[in-house]
């Protein structure tokens, strides 16, 4: 088993001298499992829209899943080396970093930040060997960008002593079809609260959305909410308002920061490794000097942006990190990462549509990735209102 | 039982792999280094046995240079309870009966009941080691197995030989070498490598063993040139014009390839 030799040509600042021992054990460790678990298959996992759910509880067993919380069987590591596992993840597919993200920033961390000590004991273990899948359901039909448009409404049940009664609609729901638990974000006459609604609930459908050209390795869903009753036990007590979720997105957020750079840096690996192979009028592609200003251009975004990223783990770890500085990262990183998967796509020809290279691919993937958790122009309008004090949301 | 595995430092398989001309040893620089894979099934082995196994003790020695550090720890992450790491200046360019007497030495330091070893190394590729261990260890020798079965006082398994298939066991404490056949590694996990940070790690110099490099009564081989693989040369092109498969047949002739 050996580490992939990339880094050496896309590394060129010596990035990985910043990182400790235990930071490069995690990455490598993290790498070696995306080069033998995920990349033989993941053309096939592609084209044919299958999501590999017998990968959970490999992902579980190297402690991938919720693998920044503390306690309740997960793995407690840093918020650097969660986005250095991120970032090989990517590198593999957008789409089984999604699972991560779901599965950890999302619907384990809502359960881990907001849930009573019973819910936190009855799911986060099972959930961080990958044995239970979770999911998080805040997207509207009708309320993206908008959550606070929200129509999903949860009545207290007056048959059932303090229950609930929960109807609605939701969408974009990541492995929903597949999930054990469901964090529902509904409004109530007391603000917008946060619901566990186990699988199998009556009332409760998810239905894959099909057929995509985007995250096809990955599960996306629409969810309806049909008065499905629950019982007082199934309300997140420690949540009120939109914060709750809204902290939960900025875990995941945090995350497509470092995953980016993953799907740019195999993008420009695959193009770097063609261009050097690929012989057009006598010569090598990259030894053309419209090759080698794409590769260097590509080298530089992707440096900068993994700096980013650090930073903002660096900052994560001191507990210093600010939500405009989350924006930055993602916006900038998702950007730039879109913009070298397809340029590394230009490198590969005609050869670069066909799924036997990764870049277009991870091109399509990063529509959805530069589309949830904040679309470019919603964090743009944060960093807007952050330099300028005036939000212009609307 | 104790279980004792060796573990190899080796440049990359899969990277450019070079000779460096002036020592004559392989040019560690050139690629990273990594834990040869040959070693990884043999760990593999060890603590499939301990999982299944309370009470198994699997320690891991390796005979490397100071760097060789980041590739211990990985085998600590994996899940071995204990390392042990010989390194000396005197060891580099080590032949095969200088590294044999060596690990022999620190693997009776230790104590073992079994000692777990691939067949052969993917650098040096001298696959002398195990048997030579056996033999300084004075204890039986299995070579080259592709299934194996250890028990409480026995291992036993098959090694395949060009007319078939030969069952063989052993009696411990023993010398055991495995072939690729065997399943590849687990990944260490995250618990893993944050528990091998926690682990013994052993560093041992030749005077720890009680080892001379340059005994003048030990036999030792010496390189004494070293020349690099020339470089491929240009082909022979035959352009058919009706003799191609007369030229073809002289061809494979002329290079005893026929």
Redesign the interface.
């Known amino acids: 088993?050996?580490?992939a030799?990339g880094t050496n040509t896309s590394d060129l600042l010596d990035l990985d001298a910043l990182l400790s021992?235990?930071e490069?054990?995690?990455r490598?460790?993290v790498r070696?499992?995306v080069k033998?678990k995920i990349r033989p298959s993941i053309a096939h996992w592609y084209e044919d829209a299958v999501f590999p759910r017998e990968l959970a509880p490999a992902l579980g067993?190297?402690?991938?899943l919720g693998?920044h919380l503390d306690g309740y069987g997960c793995?407690s590591?840093s918020a650097v080396?969660y986005g250095l596992a991120c970032l090989e993840l990517e590198a593999g597919d957008s789409g089984l970093r999604t699972f991560v993200s779901v599965q950890g920033s999302l619907a384990m961390t809502a359960i881990h930040s907001f849930g009573s000590e019973e819910q936190k004991r009855s799911w986060l273990p099972g959930m961080a060997t990958g044995e239970l899948i979770g999911c998080f359901a805040l997207t509207e039909p009708t309320a993206g960008s908008d959550p606070s448009a929200m129509t999903t409404f949860a009545q207290a049940d007056g048959h059932n002593g303090s229950g609930w009664v929960l109807n609605g609609a939701k969408r974009w729901i990541g492995l929903a079809s597949i999930a054990d638990v469901a964090v529902v974000w509904a409004a109530t006459n007391d603000g917008v609260r946060g619901f566990l609604v186990p699988a199998g609930t009556e009332g409760f459908t998810a239905t894959p959305i099909e057929p995509k050209l985007s995250m096809r390795a990955s599960i996306q869903c629409d969810i309806t909410l049909d008065n499905v009753r629950l019982g007082p036990e199934s309300l997140l007590p420690a949540a009120r308002g939109l914060r709750g979720p809204f902290s939960c997105l900025n875990e995941a957020r945090y995350g497509i920061a470092w995953g980016a750079m993953g799907a740019a840096r195999d993008s420009y690996e695959a193009a770097l490794a063609y261009s050097l192979e690929r012989l057009q009028f006598g010569k090598p592609l990259a030894g053309y000097q419209l090759t080698q200003e794409k590769l260097v251009n590509m080298v530089l975004e992707i440096q900068k942006g993994t700096l980013l990223a650090l930073q903002l783990g660096r900052r994560k770890d001191a507990g210093t990190l600010r939500p405009e500085q989350i924006s930055m990262g993602k916006l900038n990183n998702v950007r730039e990462a879109i913009a070298i998967a397809r340029e590394a796509r230009t490198i590969l020809g005609g050869n670069g549509i066909t799924l036997d290279y990764s870049p277009l691919r991870h091109a399509n993937n990063l529509e959805s990735v530069r589309t949830y958790e904040g679309t470019d122009e919603v964090h743009t309008l944060i960093l807007g209102q952050h330099l300028t004090g005036i939000a212009a949301f609307r | 039982m104790k279980i004792i595995v060796l573990v190899k430092e080796v440049p990359d398989t899969y990277g450019d792999r070079k000779l460096n001309l002036e020592t004559g040893l392989a040019d560690r620089e050139a690629s990273e280094a990594v834990i040869d894979e040959i070693s990884e099934r043999s760990l593999e082995l060890a603590l499939s046995f301990a999982d299944a196994n309370a009470g198994t003790e699997v320690a891991v020695l390796t005979l490397a240079s100071e760097g060789a550090t980041a590739t211990i720890r990985k085998a600590l992450a994996m899940g071995a309870g204990s390392a042990i790491h010989v390194s000396d200046e005197a060891l580099r360019g080590a032949d095969l009966g200088l590294t044999a007497e060596t690990l022999a030495a620190a693997i009776r330091r230790v104590g073992f009941d079994l000692v777990i070893t691939g067949n052969v190394s993917t650098d040096g590729s001298g696959g002398m080691i195990p048997a030579m261990l056996a033999e300084l260890l004075d204890v039986p020798h299995a070579t080259g197995l592709s299934s194996v079965t250890i028990s409480d006082g026995a291992v036993s398994g098959s090694r395949p030989v060009e007319s078939g298939v030969q069952q063989v066991s052993a009696n411990l404490p023993a010398v055991l070498s495995i072939t690729e056949a065997l399943p590849g590694a687990r990944f260490p996990n995250f618990k893993g490598i944050m528990a091998a940070k926690k682990r013994p790690l052993e560093v041992l110099s030749l005077s720890d063993l009680g080892i001379t490099a340059d005994n003048p009564e030990a036999a030792r081989s010496i390189m004494l040139t070293v020349a690099e693989k020339p470089p491929r040369a240009a082909g022979v092109k035959i352009i058919d014009e009706g003799d191609a498969g007369d030229r073809l047949a002289d061809f494979l002739v002329e290079n005893r390839l026929a």
């Open positions: 088993m050996s580490v030799a021992s235990g490069l054990a995690v490598n460790s070696e499992f033998d067993s190297l402690g991938l693998m793995a590591r080396e």
